[in-house]
């Protein structure tokens, strides 16, 4: 006997299937779960150095294993002199990239953290070349990152140094379309106070939301002040799944609505102790895409 649904496109497949399990009333709501990821409002993606794959095409792998849209790169470490700035290695990422149809969502110089922009010469010509990284991947964002010895909490001269070297590069950022985001312990007025001393829309602000919460800010509020300069933003979790610990993932969503924020969301963090990154990684994926569905 043949069977029928053979003859059915997967859209069909897809619709019959809904109505049969559980009603043509909830279609409508379970339609963006299975929306093409470039017709999703949010896009979610994973730091590779919380999937264990940091500096490494590899992480195009896991993250297809997870269920992610992409992942978000590091330009590299010291140690490898930022091996992504090489056309070679940027070529194994665009390769990885389309094997594995997940997308190289961002880029990040965790390096910042161990060797401070606000002090080292070398950050300088990092943070430039990562512009020039962003155009040859098809990306717009990149992190800095400003924690460990970047702090700049009670650091005034180490601010004036970060705001004069942000002036000086975010004329090439904006001729790129690329957007340099600040990522640090600072309230969302103090983030702001420097985006407006640098005066350039090629400067924002990357949101974690567990670092903001663990500072004692209402991350809620805070998104809506920062409004349209957030580029970004990390989903996270210290020590608990997304949902399970101090951030109200659904107030978060309320806070990206009245923003009007698209775009990516990575997961970073989110593993209890003792449970393996891969399963901790695939529930978070899916929890988050039904919070941002």
């Not at 490494?56 to 140690?79: C, M, N, R, W, Y």
């Not at 098809?138 to 070297?165: I, M």
């Not at 969302?188 to 919460?213: F, P, W």
Request: proline content about 3%; overall charge positive.
């Amino acid at each position: 006997m043949k069977n029928p649904y053979l003859q059915l496109s997967r859209r069909e497949m897809l619709r019959r299937l809904v109505q049969t399990t559980t009603g043509v009333a909830v279609a409508g709501n379970c339609a963006p779960l299975f929306a093409a990821p470039a017709k999703r409002r949010f896009k979610i993606g994973a730091c590779d150095w919380s999937i264990g794959k940091m500096a490494d095409p590899a992480a195009f792998e896991v993250a297809k294993e997870i269920g992610l849209d992409g992942v978000q790169v590091s330009l590299g470490t010291a140690a490898n002199d930022m091996h992504l700035r090489k056309a070679e290695v940027q070529q194994q990422y665009k390769e990885a990239a389309k094997r594995t149809a997940v997308e190289v969502a961002s880029l990040a110089i965790g390096e910042l953290n161990n060797t401070p922009y606000k002090s080292d010469p070398r950050t300088v010509q990092w943070v430039s070349d990562s512009i020039d990284v962003c155009k040859a991947l098809g990306v717009r964002v990149v992190l800095l990152a400003f924690f460990s010895k970047g702090d700049l909490r009670d650091d005034a001269a180490g601010v004036d140094e970060v705001v004069r070297r942000l002036k000086a590069v975010a004329p090439k950022a904006e001729r790129a379309r690329v957007i340099l985001g600040i990522e640090s312990w600072l309230s969302a007025e103090q983030h702001l106070d420097i985006l407006d001393r640098v005066g350039s829309k090629a400067v924002q602000v990357y949101y974690d939301v567990c670092n903001s919460t663990d500072r004692g800010y209402d991350i809620y509020q805070e998104i809506r002040k920062l409004g349209k300069r957030i580029c970004e933003l990390h989903a996270k979790e210290n020590g608990s799944l997304l949902g399970q610990g101090k951030v109200d993932f659904q107030k978060v969503r309320a806070a990206l609505d009245d923003i009007g924020y698209r775009g990516w969301v990575q997961i970073e963090g989110a593993v209890p102790a003792g449970k393996p990154m891969l399963e901790s990684y695939q529930a978070n994926c899916k929890f988050l895409r039904g919070v941002l569905a």
